[in-house]
């Protein structure tokens, strides 16, 4: 299994849990595989196309998925994987 | 939910949000949730890192949110919420504030109209992903 570190705003949805094990694989599947625990989450980390949200920022240990292959990057056993809100928005 | 803020920290927001006109401005704020009544205590600015039209977005990168967990845990206060201005435009969410918004955080939005901030509105993500409008009192007691 792989452990997946929850920013605090998302915890209520994981029944307070600040970590939570899940299956390795891709990153892609490792989310899913949460969604499928917490089915509450998928609609924050997901927009309707079930594309990730744009705040949502994933990091397999202590790098930015995107510098890595990005959703496909590989998750081994004993990975961590933190999800980190990149908070944007403005008027228009 | 109901937001009591103490004058100092909407100061600091005001005062931020006008510093940085025509500009949008963002940062985080803190304090603490009791008998669902969120008391905010303390403002910090982030430096809005948008690669995009700084005038009409904010981005707060994802070691800035980081930054702020950590630093509520050792102020052992709570992390509450996010705020940003809307120069010259009413302080309502936007579709862009919708799209990237986390539930269980308050979104201040403060209208700085020519320069000077003149509204300062709160708002919160329910579980359907609507924005709904929080009230907003000035608590004096500092408390």
Not at chain 1, 78 to 85: E, L, V
Not at chain 2, 86 to 110: C, K, M, V
């Amino acid at each position: 299994m792989a452990k997946i570190i929850i920013p605090t705003p998302l915890r209520k949805f994981t029944s307070n849990l600040a970590a939570v094990a899940v299956k390795e694989g891709t990153v892609i599947e490792s989310i899913k595989d949460l969604t499928v625990q917490f089915p509450e989450l998928a609609k924050h980390l997901f927009n309707e196309k079930q594309e990730l949200r744009g705040f949502v920022r994933i990091f397999l240990g202590e790098d930015d998925i995107e510098d890595l292959q990005g959703n496909d990057t590989n998750v081994a056993q004993g990975d961590t994987i933190s999800i980190i809100p990149a908070i944007a928005g403005g008027k228009n | 939910m109901k937001i009591l803020i103490v004058p100092s920290a909407l100061r600091d927001i005001h005062d931020i949000a006008e510093k940085s006109y025509p500009y949008e401005c963002c940062g985080f704020f803190y304090g603490h949730i009791e008998n669902d009544l969120v008391h905010v205590l303390e403002a910090t600015e982030v430096i809005n890192d948008s690669v995009e039209n700084k005038k009409v977005h904010y981005t707060i990168p994802p070691k800035a949110f980081m930054k702020a967990e950590r630093y509520a845990l050792e102020q052992e206060k709570a992390l509450l919420g996010v705020f940003h201005s809307h120069p010259d435009h009413p302080p309502r969410p936007s579709g862009r504030d919708l799209e990237d918004a986390l539930p269980e955080l308050s979104y201040f939005i403060t209208n700085v109209h020519q320069g000077q901030a003149i509204d300062t509105r709160s708002w919160r993500l329910t579980e359907d992903r609507v924005f709904i409008e929080e009230q907003i009192e000035i608590n004096y007691s500092n408390k």
